[in-house]
């Protein structure tokens, strides 16, 4: 549905992206990450056509975008919706004729239109505030009408450019499970831009890391966290914040291990007296189960209680997420590293 | 000094009415005119101008440099200079008609300029919507700027009325009718104090009146 090929931007000597290719099929929705300067906005620049690519092409449905002007460029937008992170609704017109502006500028009657609109705002729940201004609408409520008005024009596409940035976690798990559910009834390919991590994970299919205008990496949501090793996956499912250098044991919610403050001290004690470095094993679950992996530790003598933290996603069935274990010595870190890498789980010593 | 005063004096008594009634149509001539005029020419200056959607530096910088002048040039000068226009345009040099071209030449700058920081105002965001939508520059000009701006434009108005109608009482020394007149020719040169006041409390009360007016206009537009 979306195809991107060589897409190259150039600012003057600033490589703002640099041979991009990507493609997403139907249907899909699809994460696009990366901190700020990565390359992301100027993506959706050149995929929207605000800006032109200076080498590479943007195809829609099979149709270049790269090679239109003027009305044919027009023409090509209607086929994406697009949502932005400040919605940028007119503060002039009421919930319902927002709705149907892009219906208005494509030349559609009114009464048709409204309807559509109608139509549109029952979709996203807002059917009860037609009449209502921007200004008299919550920060979701906006949202809403703004993706109604994404979909106005019946695109193919929608692009969503950081959706829930502007939202507390509450309204962002609404607006996201909305995409989700118009995806499911509509069959639109979804593009979301976010440099939230908890986007992706919730709803994203598919996802690509960008990077210096490159991308990074790209895959299936399970391919791409259960890639043992990656920072991305570690970005995606992070690790609740603790180490040797916290004092009091592990109270994040998400955590999975660290109930024994005493493995803490002990290791602790262990590292003060006999000048042992403390050794940090990660772990990388990807498909294989929690209780598989505790098995194969307590094998070599490793028990639960040397678990400092977890985190552990369920994503298409499969447990996906990070492990990290607490060893007194590096002879007993290589120990479990090999122990568990002959049963095909990927593990490394943590910094 | 047996003039007789106040409501008895005839200039107040007989000259008033008509010429509030002047100024009033002066005014509202002048600032319709000028909202006519003016609005195209903001619009052409913003959208001209560095940023706006059809940017032409070099045409913004003649455009800006002619509102410049016609604005920089103080206005009894302009009235002056614009005598042979006025009689062009209305047949006469005189009289209110006349002085409503002076004040419209006078005015569509000064409503341009503020028609333009008006504009300047609405945000990146939705026009960038709008195109996203497949909008043209004239939809997005007509649905989105004029629209997302029409409380500032609206204001925008209302200053420039209140300013004409300080203009139609300069207009008055130079024969252009209205209270002006009536203050200098009575007021001023026949020494009646009575008239003077008189046309004072007439020209605070329009301005008032046009201030509060515009007010409730633009506060009713305003849906932010």
């Given amino acids: 549905m979306i195809e991107l090929r060589g897409l190259r931007k150039v600012f003057g000597d600033t490589v703002a992206l640099a041979e991009i290719d990507l493609s997403v099929p139907a249907g899909e929705i699809h994460g696009i990450v990366g901190r700020s300067g990565a390359g992301k906005s100027t993506l959706i620049r050149c995929l929207t056509g605000l800006d032109s690519p200076s080498s590479g092409t943007v195809s829609i449905d099979g149709a270049d975008l790269t090679d239109r002007s003027g009305s044919g460029m027009r023409e090509a937008r209607r086929s994406i919706g697009m949502v932005f992170q400040h919605v940028n609704l007119l503060d002039s017109r009421t919930a319902v004729h927002n709705v149907a502006h892009p219906l208005q500028i494509a030349g559609v009657s009114k009464a048709e239109r409204l309807a559509k609109a109608h139509e549109l705002l029952e979709i ?63 069959g639109i390919t979804v593009l979301i831009i976010t440099h939230e991590m908890s986007v992706i994970r919730e709803i994203c299919d598919s996802v690509t890391l960008l990077a210096d205008g490159r991308v990074a990496r790209t895959g299936t949501l399970a391919e ?128 | 000094m047996n003039d007789p005063m106040w409501f008895d004096n005839p200039a107040i008594t007989q000259q008033m009415l008509p010429a509030t009634i002047e100024t009033l149509l002066m005014t509202a001539w002048s ?19 560095k940023g706006g959607l059809t940017a032409r530096p070099a045409l913004y910088r003649v455009l800006s440099f002619i509102v410049d002048i016609t604005r920089s040039i103080p206005f009894i000068i302009l009235i002056i200079a614009l005598i042979p226009f006025a009689r062009f345009v209305v047949g006469s040099a005189l009289g209110w008609q006349a002085t409503v071209v002076s004040l419209t030449v ?119």
């Fill in chain 1, 124 to 186: 996203v729940g807002l059917g009860d505030r037609a009449d209502n201004y921007p200004a008299q609408l919550s920060g979701g409520q906006k949202q809403r009408v703004g993706i109604a008005r994404a979909l106005a024009a019946e695109p193919k596409v929608l692009l969503c450019d950081e959706p829930t940035s502007a939202l507390d976690a509450s309204t962002t798990d609404q607006i996201l499970g909305l995409i989700r559910s118009l995806r499911d009834r509509l």
């Fill in chain 2, 106 to 224: 006078g005015a569509i700058p000064f409503y341009a300029r503020l028609v333009e920081n008006s504009l300047r105002e609405v945000s990146e965001g939705k026009v960038e919507a709008a195109l996203m939508m497949g909008a043209s520059n004239g939809q997005v000009v007509r649905q989105v700027y004029v629209p997302e701006a029409k409380p500032g434009l609206i204001g925008a108005a209302t200053v420039t009325s209140v300013t004409l109608v300080s203009y139609t009482a300069m207009a008055g020394a130079v024969g252009g009718g209205g209270l002006g007149a009536l203050a200098i020719s009575y007021g001023y040169n026949r020494y009646q104090a009575d008239t003077m006041i008189a046309c004072i409390i007439v020209l605070v009360l329009i301005v008032t009146l046009i201030q509060f007016i515009g007010d409730r206009i633009a506060r009713a537009v305003d849906h932010r």
């Fill in chain 1, 224 to 351: 791409v966290i259960s890639e043992p090793g990656s920072t991305l996956a570690k970005d995606l499912v992070p690790l609740p914040p603790i180490g040797l250098d916290d004092t009091g044991p592990a109270t994040d919610a998400d955590a999975v291990g660290a109930d024994g403050a005493g493995t803490d001290d002990a290791g602790t004690d262990d590292a003060g007296t006999s000048g042992v470095q403390i050794r940090l094993v990660e772990v990388a679950l990807a498909g294989t189960s929690l209780p598989q992996v505790l098995t194969c530790a307590q094998s070599v003598g490793v028990s639960a209680d040397a678990i400092l933290a977890g985190a552990v996603e369920t994503i298409e069935g499969r447990q996906v997420g990070r492990i990290r274990f607490t060893l007194a010595s590096a002879a007993k870190s290589k120990e479990l590293i090999a122990a568990l890498e002959a049963e095909g789980i990927y593990a490394e010593e943590a910094a």
């Fill in chain 2, 31 to 49: 600032t319709g005119l000028a909202v006519l005029f003016g609005l195209p020419l903001g619009i052409w200056l913003f959208t001209t101008s």
